[in-house]
Each structure stands twice: as C-alpha cells, then as structure tokens.
C-alpha cells in the first residue's frame, strides 16, 4: 500500500474501515426484523412490514459459497480495471444469520479454481484500484481462516 | 381449446437478427409490415400499437409505440410504451391484450426492434449513479450479465454434476435448430469442441455458451375473437394466446438475480416452497387451465447455455436437477417429445431486448400453423415461451391453436 | 354519474414539489404511502403496479413499476412501466385501468417521481445521434422546449391580439390558486410586473411565463367498483375516473409540436376538421358522455402561461382566439365558472414529468372531495385533467364523484 | 467565411449547398405525391398509402411565417453556441405547395422584432459555427428579396 495514498472506500457506508476484521453494513427492521444489503436507512422490503426505518447493523464475517465465478476479461466501466488486466474471482455467500446471499468479488489471488459451493468464506477488504492520490479498498470473500467462527 | 380470455394472433413478422448497425426503426417497420401483411391487416386499420421501448437508442426508442406509429403513418391508433428489460415484448403483449380484454379496441400491432452496442452491456444514464444497483453492480464488483449467467451455471456443477459438454450439447443443439431459420443470426452448426475450444468468459462459462447481443425485431398482430371472426369468417385453427404470465417476484426474492447485489432476507419470511422463476410459467400454467404435460414445444431464454437447462426446472419439463438427463435423452431436441428453442434459441439470434419475448411467441405462431421449414416440430399445438427481464420481470406466453 | 367502465380512485398522495436532489425512489415511497394511508389499502393488498417512467435517473428509472415494487417490498403484485414523456401518467393509469376491467387485477398502484436536472432539457443518450429527432432539433436548430412554447405564444399574439399582461395574468392567477397548496413548489404572489420584470428566454416568454424543472412524486390507489364495494361498504362520494383519453394525431399533424422539425404535409390528406390538440379533451368527453359545459374545473399542462390558454380552446371552455376574453373575465380563477389550475398547475409546481399527468388527478379528486383546503372550487363535482406528452402522446381524464 | 476551412452541412442531406439559391431537400411519395421533411428514403407516413419508397425532392424555397421566436439564451449541446452567445431568431415557415411547415434558424442579424405571422420568407444558407477544420453549413429563413416569387 502507499504511504502517500488517502485510503477510502469504493462506495459509502456499506463496510467498515477495519483492516482486521471488517464487517458488512447492512439495514435492520426494528420492527419486523429483517435485514437489508447494500444498506438503506428507510423502506423495509418486508412487504407485510409498514415500517420505515431501517438501521444499520453489521452483518456476519462469515458465510458459505452458494455460488461462484472468474472474470477472464475486464468488465466495462464503472469497474476501474487494472492495467495489465488480472482476472480474479466473485462469490456469493449466504450468510447463514441473516438468511442473505450476497456478491462480492473475492481476494486477489484466489481464483475460481480454488472455489466450490459450500466452502466457508470470511469478509477482507482489499485495494480495488488507485487513482493519484487515493486508494480504493473494496470488501472481498476469502477461504475462512482455520479456526475462524464459519470453519468451526 | 377456447375460452373467453383468449386473444388471436392473426399475424407475426421479423426483421432477420444481425448485427446491422442500422437506425433501429428500420428494423421495426419491416417486422410491422411483415406482421400486417400476415394478418392481412391494413396498418390504417389497426386501433392499439404495443411497443417495446429500447433504453439505447435515445428518445424514440423510449417511445417506441408513438415512434412506429408516427413511422407507419399517424393513423389515429392509440399507443402505449414499456419497459421490462428483456420480458418488455410480453409486458407490451400483456397491454394490448388487457386493452382488447377491457374492449378498448379490437386489433392491436405489437412491436419491438432494437439496435445493439458491441461487447458487455454496460449500465446506461452516465456519471456516477450511486443509487443505482445497475451502477454499483458494475463499479463495486464488476458484475457483467455473464457473472450471473456464470454463478448459475457453476452451481449446476457443483450440485448436480453438469458438465462442460452438458452446457456445450445445449449449444450444439440450438446451432441445429435453427440451421434453416431465415430470421436467425448465427447459422452454422456448432459442434462440442467448437464450444470447449471457445474462450472462458466468465468461469465456467465460455464465448460459445453465452448469447450475443444483436439488431433485430419482431412484431405481431392481435385481435379480439370477434374481430377475428368478422376479419377470416371463422377463427378455425387460429392461434390463440391462452396465457400472458407477467409475474414478479414475491418477497423474499431469495435467489440472488441480476443485478442485485444481495438476495432479499430469509431470516423473517422464509423463502417461497415456489422460487420465483419455478412461479412464472406456472401462472401462465395456471391461466390457460393447462399444465407442463400439455406442451408440444417451448421457447426458453437461454442468455447461456447453462440457463436453458435451469428453465426445463423452471417451466416444469422435469424437476430441480434433472434437466442434463433431460437434455442427454433428446427429449428437447426436434424429434423429442418435446423440443426447447427450435428456432434456435438465443444462441442462433442473440439478444434483441425488446424484441425477444415477441419473436419467441412469433416461432410458437409458425410451429403451430406448419410454417417452420427446415425446424418444424410435427403435430405441435400448444406452445410456451419463458423469458426474464432484469429487476424482476418474469414473462411467460401460452398459444395454442 | 355511473357506468360499467368507472373505476374507482380510492387514495391519492404526493411528495412535495422541489428542488431537492435526492434519488427518485424516495419521492415515489412518500407519495405510495400516502395514497396507501388515503386509500386505506395495505401494500401488501396491492395487485399491480403501473409505473410511469423516468428516463434520466438510470436504469431504476426505465423500470418504474419493478423500482417501486421493490423498494415497497415484493408483494408479488404484477408490474408495468410506461412511459409518454409528460403524458407517462396517464398511460400508466391507463394501464391500470384496462387491466382492472379486463378482470386481470382488482386494485393497482399508479405511481410516477423524478429529479430533474438544472436548465433545460437536452436529448438524452449522448453522442451523435443524427438519426434521433430529438437531438437533431438540438444540434440543427437549437429548438428547446421553450422555443415551442413561444411559438404558439407568438401566434396568440399576432393572430389574436394576446399581449405579454395576458399571459402575465395567468401567471398571477395560477400563483394565487397555488399559495396555500402544501405541494406546491413555488408560492409566492406574484404580480403583472414581476412576470414583466423577469428575463425573456424565448421571446415572447419570459422566465416567469416559462415552467421550472423540479422533483416531485405523486401515487394514486385505483380499483374495481367491486372492491371499492367491498372495501368501503358502499360507493356513495367516491371519486371515479370516467375517461382516460390517450390520443395520438391522426395523419396529417398538421400543427407543428414539439420535438418535430416539420408538421406532416397536408397536400394531399387535408388537415382534420378538429386538430390533434382538440381531440384530445374531446376523447375523454366523449368516454364519459358529457361536454365542456359539464365540467366544473381543469387541471391543464401551462408549461408556459401562453399554453395555458391555447388549452381553454382545445378542452373547450372557448372558441378559438377566445381564451384571452375568458381569461380576462376571471372565469378560470377560483370563484369563476369554471377555475383552471385550481392546484396552482405548473406555475407553482414546475415540470417532475412521470408525476405530472398523476399529479393534475389527484388536485381533481382533492377538489372533489372538498378537501382543496385554501383552493377550494366550491361544489365541484367533475373535472377534467388536460396534458400533452412529446411524440403525439395526449392525455385528458376525467374524474366525477 | 475563412479560406482554409472545408465547407461542410451540419446534418447531411437536408439541403441542396447552392449557396444562392439553396432548397431544402424533402422525400416525396411516388404513389400518393405527399411530402416528408426531414427528408427519409423508406415508408410514406400518409397511414392509407402503403408505399415504402420516398423519392429525394427539393421544396419550395418561399413561404410564409406560421410563427417564430427568439433564443435569447444558449441553447445546451448539441447545439454549437457561439461565444460570446448571440441571440437569433427561429421561424416556423409555411411552405403552400407542400403543405408543410418547417422550422429552422432565421438568418443572422434578423431578429424576432424584425418578423411577423404570414410574412413572406425565404431559405437561406449561413454558417452555424466552425471548428479547426470545417465550416458548419446550416439552412436559415430570410425575409423575402422584393421581387422574389413569394413576394409577388
Ligand atoms: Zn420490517
Ligand atoms: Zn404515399
């Protein structure tokens, strides 16, 4: 990472900044329960919930593979690809708590060869790319660490 | 089979798929009048025009009713245009039917032409739409259509055994199909290690197992049973639609479909014994009085090649995971009891947004009259088509003649 | 007032006019949930959405009805996504209304919002779109919107003796209507020299003679006179909708309108006796088997205060060149025989287009229902709503209790 | 107009480059004889005419105000504005043989003031703007030369 680069998320609010161990932000109903990502501060999707707000709540770091694939060729803007293009990996991972699947891409490095549904994945974030003075970190799925709560 | 929410299709037409490169309304004027010469309609005396919008193509293209009634001719016929991404010709059929339904008019063109940009789609408006899941889907992930495509095609393989070749035989089969069709695009005939040698796309999904996109359109003319019997003097062996499923999801949408970033939450409501694409056909189902056993032939949305096999599960050819058996036993192959995409699919057409869901009811239209040379399925008399639009638009059409 | 193809308006709701900046979607949900709470309907109840579209907010936007659905929840209800440029609210409840009486769905949601971007409008879809009328009046001409606007203000001016205090005055009288209207954008007085002071854009029209560009949503809950039975008890006071007019020309249009470069030519079809402006009313009147001099006010579409009294003439309150005596002798403000733009109209509300059509609906059934508070048109019992959407789209309904 | 750049229409096809006497080009139906400006080759938009071939045909160079304006601001892009910007007039002209009314700029230097309702106009080539290379041609409405055949 540079030392010089302002380091800021792809896109607002929707995991925190730490390093370690970050989370998803997702919406909670206070009413019904349920819960919502990306995050939204209003409109439960529960239709047979009236309520209107929504709060933010961390989503579970762990979650298994429903589904998985690998970008061979540079998706089109507004994906910022790096020069040379270095295809890499998406999961969606059910979040067993939340009854959520969600889409991320998955750490550099880890290719879709290494994947199966099933497999236990963390929450890590990583560096999407980089513009003259910022670094942009993205939330990225990798094998759960041995030990870790989802590999139990 | 007749009942009093049928309407008749007194006649269909395309402009042949291609990759043209024309201003898209050219395309829809020759759909149009292939469609009112088939009916033997005069366009002065059609009282609705349907149209599907294209979202690419600027302002006519988002007023495509008004744009190719102003093209024919203003001749007083009242418009409507919609929008439902790639189920836009069903929501325009699904118009025209309710207006003739609510006797509104009698007879009604529906049309949708569309010219296509090279490569991935990207999301349409420009700038930095941060509130809109088309955007953050490509900024945040990088998620192309293909993604979606792909983590359905993985899934059938690591849960039900599909095969690289599965997905190629779909391919290979289509690529016969519609050999002979004089509206498709790609006419040549595919064989496996056409599609094994192709490029990975998106894993496991290679160039040959994913739909193109194309110029195209299709149009149709449709009617009240009166009118059809006052046009032809019987409605005889005419084709009917017995069944416009337009169906959108029920919460919790708990399959993760393009282009959400997350599926709905199972944690409160549990998820539909029914998923919602297994909900689409079935309601068509359901509207005609008729089930999957009384299909002769059906035109199913094969984006890829893995996808078609997931709609044999979702219009009810066979249960959740047995639609490779399916396939292997030539069941969906002309000849079979019951063949999928014998015009050939996406896979020789490629996509034409709102074009597709018509031209798959125009195919059903010629199977059931005798007219599809060279892809005819024998005796066929009751057809469906099954489609998705993005951000929930399921579309199913039943005829039957 | 009763026939067997009323439908009922059982709520309606708005978020308020402005120029707030923020997602379209949520405008919608204030003005869902308001038409929900006003109708007494849950969400969940709901079986169709129709969807006027937005085509300047991405794809959310394209798909109206599915956005909505959506973001309310999934409730499994049906969805459609309109649009007809101004007029998009009126094809959408145009769409509800054939669905409901053709017996496809008992109570639908109609729904449009939008944030609009600063100054004029410009053609949508960027890049050279030579095949594109609406760039070409751009790129060729430099023709906006207010340049149409102005013509048919000039012609008012040199044909019929109208003056710059005439369309002043409209403007004075729509800002007093529109004063105590909690969604309207714009309420402050104005008078004769204020609209006089202001700059011309296009001449004649200065800026206050000319509508804002604004975000805005509005949402009514329509149904069955069934349901509408069934859920009040009875049907004694509801307001129903008697007409949907959505009216395109009839060959030749001979009245230059925007986005056209040129009218059709009339050298060999003559021009309709009744022009395409003044069918549009004329089509709703007709529906509802009453004339102008049964109504007892109108919501009409003033993008400029000119405009305003070209429609006393096309929904006939007037002859033609008359509008300006009619005008002058204060029938059309409240307290006159027949109040337009009650509401405040455009001049207080400015342009949120997918809202607009909807919008003028529910000013008529809060006029109807005495609930006008500030802006009352006492003893109201029918109105009628007049709008006109690029590419030959004209709507006019008519609302009676 | 400068002598290095190459003279160009700002759309193709909707004029004739005569600069002394310019017409607009229309599209005529050979089966019913109606007119189409803009001009297009394919589908006669008379709705009891059938046809669906348009033949090239130039129109009358005379006719009379149906209306007009002014632009006293920029209009947005496409539209090429000058700078600084100078207010022009537009005219909606009545072309009486045709049956048409076709809008367009009105000369430089003719303002709305300067126009009426019925009077007598004539088509006009000016220059819309220029880049490093071209000179952009565009069709403009004058006021009739005394003595033209519009204004006999
Ligand atoms: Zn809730
Ligand atoms: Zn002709």
Redesign the pocket.
Known sequence: MSETLSRVPIIDGWFTDDIDAPTLIGAK??????FVFPPRSSD???P????IT?DPTPLSRFGRIWSYTENCYAPPLPYVAAEPYEPYALAAVELAAEGLVVLGRVATGVRAVDLKVGMEMQLELDVSHRDADHEYMVYVWAPATPGSEAAQ | MSNDRDIAILGVGMHPWGKWGHDFTEYGMVAARAALADAQVQWKDIQYVAGADTIRNGYPGFVAGATFAQKLGWNGARVSSSYAACASGAMALDSARAQILAGFCDVALVIGADTTPKGFFAPVGGGDRKHDPDWQRFHVLGATNPVYFALFARRRMDMYGATAEDFAQVKVKNSRHGLNNPNARFRKENVIADVLNSPIVSDPLRLLDICATSDGAAAMVVCSMDFARKHLGNTDGLCRVKAVGTVAPTYPQSVLELPDIASDSTA?VPAPARKWKDTIAFAAYEQAGIGPEDIDLAEVYDLSTALELDWYEHIGLCAEGEAEGLLRSGVTTIGGRVPVNASGGLACFGEAIPAQAISQVCELVWQLRGQATGRQVEGARVGITANQGLFGHGSSVIVAR
């Open positions: 109903c206070s009413q019904c329960g349920t439960c999707p529960n047979n919930c009236d309520s929504l | 409160v």
